[in-house]
């Protein structure tokens, strides 16, 4: 066992049309474990995050091409090739149509309307490759009452049942949006396509996944759901505070907005706090003996461990509580995570050189594995970047016939003056 | 009827959410799923919510939830025969998912390279907080702690207060997710070519791997975000909702909510016009006079039909009676012997000739002696004596 086994999705071709960030994201998951993923985007719609990431530049500088420069499209599109093609055109579509023929894999994470206004929804991709799948990441799936409705990431927290359970204790509760149904719906979509191909190779047919983000957002909150069931109850905010561990909360610390947080999970760990912040008292103090006396008395023990996190660091504060087993950590900055010794120590970054933004360190993923290590083989595309990679050697296409597209705009690597202005 | 993972066997040793949501995802799409849970149950068995808040171990909400579609064995690996019967059990499976902490999996003589060399497709999936590997891989740490060390928790909340969590435990079920999605790309491979390995998942670097915008804000520019003031939600008749009118849309809400003239009056004012009745707070005020007479669903609907991408805080009730879900049949009524019948979550994506099965979650040991029996060839009086021996239950 030394040589080194291919990657896991080595001879897979993915056709990405993703936009914004959960579609796209799926791609990266196929793309870093190994397939070749073709991002397709057009010259009068590049991906979203090309345009509108302003502020997100090397050194907060646009240049000359911003669209090439963002670092939110080259967090999301690394270990792509770049195609830029006008979908909207029917000379586009079919250059699509023959890579349909070639490839095994098309994703997106348009609204409904989009793949059946261009004829191509999934019995008219079925028709061109029997064996496809079609991953449609939807915001409320396929067909239904709200099923052309239009969303964000914020939207679906929101419809999906999370948001309202967030906000401070005695308050309505804000809207708190981290737009996490993308992550989680751009994960989700890349398993499911794996299984797909599981599914493809028992029946020998294509898939479609016709998958709904919201749903994909209620799924994680069944406790909530059946709390209500049961019991009737209605959650309602209560800040940091947690149903079964106590004390549990942020507790301030030396400088701006600074803070630790503590989590107790059970007595065991309750005394080993009372020692870790030299109150050995409290440990026989009744008013905290319990989980139900602590969670009666929490005011009290807040004031008492704020008294204590507020003549410490958040680093102090959480290292020495760690160093008695109790569950704490501070509450970090993006740049604290960048300065993170553990993450570092575990090579969680993707160290890459950009052609247009230069050299970057990037998030690497949820997870590693063992025997074939992922990582950043490619930066993310220029618009457009592979134009003729994709056109010539995958479809095979001429020298004359790639002049003729590219003289028509259906293939381009520049921006239309709309799409610069983000008029999409 | 084809299920995408019809054939594989998993084995789970999970305590809590991650290994099983994680299991839960694997079964829902046709795996067959043995956890192995310790003689006194899954934790999540003594969390809650019970039924009219009694503790049960059998009718526990977040245990139901997480292990549907699962068989029970208790076993006690800290027991030489527990650990020989888990063998066995690995012996005839594809994946094992496992979220014990690092190497306490090895010093019991049951880890991943006691198996690697036996069975080289193997497919071992642990999930813990920091990884395997790393200069924290022994700390300890919960939701709230993870959430705020992988730099999302100061981005919540409001900027003149304390930052807040997400009440859910939605980091310790993405992890569950993103090791399932992981755990699929190495069974390919594993199935492809033989080659197995172990999935290093880490709740950590799947958090610092989510953010939208504050990392690269950060690597790009050298911003650090922090949360801002907090948005508040539009009140209506029953509840809340929340959306932002982006200009263009601006004319075409104002006629919806105000009527045709106010519509076309918006077309004719300058930009700078409409910029002051913005600021001054003319706009929400609009806003919430038309929200306050309609109720959430019905302003949803109606900013929706705008092209806004409006949205209501949507609580439990809201959930299960919503008409999308309902059309999609999103929720499964599955009756439980203690529990009853109840309404979950079912599966958030639909596979072309793809029926999902459900069974309720297991009672603790429900299935010990069907496994037993079919996986370690055990006979009745064999199951007896172990059990008599405290090693199963």
Redesign the interface.
């Known amino acids: 066992?030394t040589d080194k086994?291919?990657?896991?999705?080595q001879g897979i071709r993915v056709l990405d049309l993703g936009m914004f960030?959960a579609g796209p994201l799926a791609g990266k998951?196929l793309g870093d474990?190994g397939a070749e993923v073709i991002k397709i985007e057009s010259a009068s719609h590049p991906d979203n995050l090309r345009i509108l990431?302003r502020?997100?530049?090397?050194?907060?500088e646009a240049g000359e091409r911003p669209w090439n420069r963002s670092?939110?499209i080259?967090?999301r599109n690394r270990n792509k090739l770049g195609l830029a093609l006008e979908m909207g055109t029917e000379e586009g579509r079919e250059v699509f149509r023959r890579l349909v023929a070639v490839s095994d894999v098309v994703l997106h994470n348009f609204s409904t309307r989009v793949l059946t206004k261009w004829n191509l929804d999934?019995e008219a991709l079925r028709q061109i490759n029997p064996q496809i799948i079609l991953a449609s990441i939807y915001s409320?799936?396929g067909?239904?009452?709200?099923?052309g409705?239009?969303?964000?990431?914020?939207?679906?927290e929101?419809?999906?049942?999370?948001?309202?359970?967030?906000?401070?204790p005695g308050e309505?509760?804000?809207?708190?949006?981290?737009?996490?149904p993308?992550?989680?719906g751009g994960?989700?979509a890349?398993?499911?396509i794996?299984?797909?191909?599981?599914?493809r190779r028992?029946?020998g047919?294509?898939?479609?996944?016709?998958?709904?983000?919201?749903?994909?957002v209620?799924?994680?909150?069944?406790?909530?759901?059946?709390?209500?069931?049961?019991?009737g109850?209605?959650?309602e905010?209560?800040?940091?505070r947690?149903?079964?561990?106590a004390p549990?909360?942020?507790y301030?610390c030396t400088g701006e907005?600074e803070?630790?947080?503590?989590?107790v999970?059970d007595d065991q760990d309750w005394v080993q706090l009372c020692r870790a912040i030299g109150r050995p008292e409290l440990e026989t103090d009744e008013r905290f003996a319990t989980v139900p006396a602590r969670h009666e008395h929490h005011d009290a023990l807040d004031e008492i461990l704020a008294e204590w996190s507020s003549a410490r660091t958040k680093h102090e504060a959480a290292d020495t509580l760690?160093g008695w087993?109790?569950?704490?950590?501070?509450?970090?900055?993006?740049?604290?995570?960048?300065a993170?010794?553990?993450?570092a120590?575990?090579g969680?970054w993707d160290e890459v050189d950009d052609p247009e933004?230069g050299h970057?360190?990037?998030?690497?993923?949820?997870?590693?594995?063992?025997?074939?290590p992922l990582s950043s083989r490619l930066p993310t595309p220029t618009l457009g970047e592979h134009n003729d990679y994709v056109l010539k050697d995958v479809l095979g296409m001429s020298d004359d016939e790639v002049a003729a597209l590219v003289a028509a705009g259906i293939v381009g690597d520049e921006p239309t003056d709309d799409a610069k202005s983000g008029r999409l | 009827m084809t299920a995408p993972l019809d054939g594989l066997t998993v084995v789970e040793v999970g305590q809590g959410i991650t290994a099983a949501y994680c299991t839960l995802l694997l079964s829902s799409l046709g795996a067959e799923v043995i956890k192995v849970e310790p003689l006194r149950g899954d934790e999540t068995r003594r969390l809650g919510p019970f039924p009219q808040d009694v503790p049960d171990r059998e009718r526990s909400g977040q245990f139901l939830a997480l292990n549907r579609n699962k068989r029970s064995i208790a076993l006690d690996l800290d027991t030489p025969t527990g650990q020989d019967l888990f063998r066995s059990l690995v012996q005839r499976a594809d994946i094992v998912v496992e979220n014990e902490a690092p190497g306490r999996m090895a010093e019991r003589g049951i880890g991943y390279e006691h198996f690697v060399e036996a069975q080289p497709a193997l497919v071992w999936t642990s999930i813990t907080p920091f990884g395997q590997a790393g200069e924290y891989r022994d700390r300890q740490a919960t939701e709230i702690t993870l959430f705020a060390h992988g730099g999302l928790m100061v981005l919540v909340g409001d900027v003149a207060r304390e930052p807040l969590m997400f009440q859910g435990n939605p980091m310790l079920h993405s992890a569950g997710l993103y090791a399932f999605s992981a755990t699929m790309l190495a069974v390919h491979l594993a199935e492809a070519t033989g080659v197995g390995q172990q999935v290093d998942s880490a709740i950590l670097d799947g958090i610092a791997a989510s953010h939208f915008q504050a990392m690269m804000d950060y690597e790009y520019a050298g911003l650090v975000r922090r949360r801002g003031p907090m948005h508040m939600p539009i009140p209506t008749m029953d509840g809340f909702i929340s959306f932002t009118v982006q200009a263009h849309q601006y004319a075409d809400f104002r006629r919806l909510i105000m009527g045709e003239e106010a519509g076309a009056a918006v077309e004719q004012e300058s930009a700078v016009e409409r910029d002051r009745r913005r600021a001054e707070g003319e706009m929400d005020n609009e806003i919430l006079m038309w929200s306050v007479q309609q109720t959430k669903y019905d302003a949803y609907h109606q900013a929706q039909s705008a092209h806004v991408p409006a949205a209501f805080l949507a609580g439990p009730q809201d959930l299960l009676e919503s008409p999308q879900y309902e059309h999609r049949d999103f929720w499964v009524t599955i009756p439980h012997p203690d529990a009853g019948e109840l309404k979950y979550p079912g599966f958030p994506a639909q596979l072309t000739g793809v029926e999902p099965s459900w069974s309720p979650a297991p009672r603790l040991g429900e299935h010990a002696d069907q496994i037993l029996a079919d996986f370690a060839g055990l006979t009745a009086d064999e199951i007896s004596d172990v059990r008599a021996a405290g090693v199963i239950r």
């Open positions: 066992m086994p291919a990657l896991p999705l960030w998951w474990a990431a502020g997100v530049y090397p050194g907060g670092g939110m080259n967090e999934f409320q799936g067909e239904g009452p709200e099923s409705f239009v969303s964000f990431g914020g939207t679906l929101q419809l999906g049942g999370l948001t309202a359970l967030n906000g401070y309505m509760p804000g809207v708190l949006t981290l737009q996490l993308d992550p989680l994960a989700m890349a398993g499911l794996v299984a797909a191909l599981r599914q028992l029946t047919e294509g898939v479609h996944i016709d998958f709904s983000q919201r749903e994909n209620t799924s994680i909150l069944g406790p909530v759901v059946l709390d209500y069931q049961m019991n109850r209605v959650p905010p209560r800040g940091n947690h149903p079964h561990m549990h909360g942020v301030p907005d803070w630790v947080t503590i989590a999970r760690q087993g109790v569950p704490s950590a501070p509450v970090n900055t993006s740049a604290d995570v960048y993170d010794p553990h993450l120590s575990r969680f933004a970057h360190r990037y998030p690497g993923r949820p997870f590693q594995l063992s025997r074939t």
